[in-house]
């Protein structure tokens, strides 16, 4: 499976990223939706990932950490907007406790391009330049590939049905 194809023009406050994976989107918004399979995929191998809140919900919070091997902890925070759906996506707001203030506005939505292939597209807005250039430099790409990769080994297991 190809890794993350990540955008970011010159000038723009936006981050797009497209990632294939052999799954419907039914399946992949189980993926984003259900805390116990999120957990098991989201963020780098190294970090054990613990959800504070999970609501899934117009107006609900989530709120979970990244711990790596010597306790290091990486929180981060943020709140759902409208109904997550198939058809639709879901849009959040996203916020690292380690830069507080510095909100982006992500939306990720669901390309059926086959029976059983998907494209997931994933559009984030910061506030400056600053903070967008901080997100790719932060080794966003790595973390990012290698949660997919464990979400493409979910996939392949049969856990998401």
């Known amino acids: 499976m190809a890794g993350v194809v990540i955008k970011a023009e010159s000038g723009s406050l936006a981050v797009d990223m497209t990632r294939e994976f052999n799954a419907t989107p039914a399946q992949l918004l189980r993926a984003w939706t259900d805390p116990d399979l999120l957990v098991q995929w989201l963020g780098p191998r190294r970090m054990v990932m613990k959800i504070?809140?999970?609501?899934?919900?117009?107006?609900?919070?989530?709120?979970y950490t990244h711990?790596?091997?010597?306790?290091?902890?990486?929180?981060?925070?943020?709140?759902?907007?409208?109904?997550?759906?198939?058809?639709?996506?879901?849009?959040?707001?996203?916020e690292f406790d380690g830069a507080p203030g510095h909100v982006c506005l992500e939306s990720?939505?669901?390309?059926?391009?086959?029976?059983?292939?998907?494209?997931?597209?994933?559009?984030?807005?910061?506030?400056?330049?600053?903070?967008?250039?901080?997100?790719?430099?932060?080794?966003?790409?790595?973390?990012?590939?290698?949660?997919?990769?464990?979400?493409?080994?979910?996939?392949?297991?049969?856990?998401?049905?």
């Open 52 to 63: 504070q809140e999970y609501d899934v919900r117009h107006g609900g919070k989530w709120q």
């Open 67 to 94: 711990a790596d091997e010597q306790g290091n902890e990486y929180g981060f925070q943020g709140v759902f907007h409208g109904e997550p759906s198939v058809e639709e996506g879901f849009t959040q707001t996203f």
């Open 108 to 161: 990720l939505t669901f390309e059926e391009i086959a029976p059983g292939r998907t494209i997931i597209h994933t559009h984030s807005v910061y506030q400056s330049l600053a903070d967008r250039d901080a997100m790719l430099e932060s080794g966003m790409e790595y973390g990012v590939n290698e949660g997919y990769e464990r979400l493409d080994e979910l996939l392949v297991a049969d856990k998401i049905g």
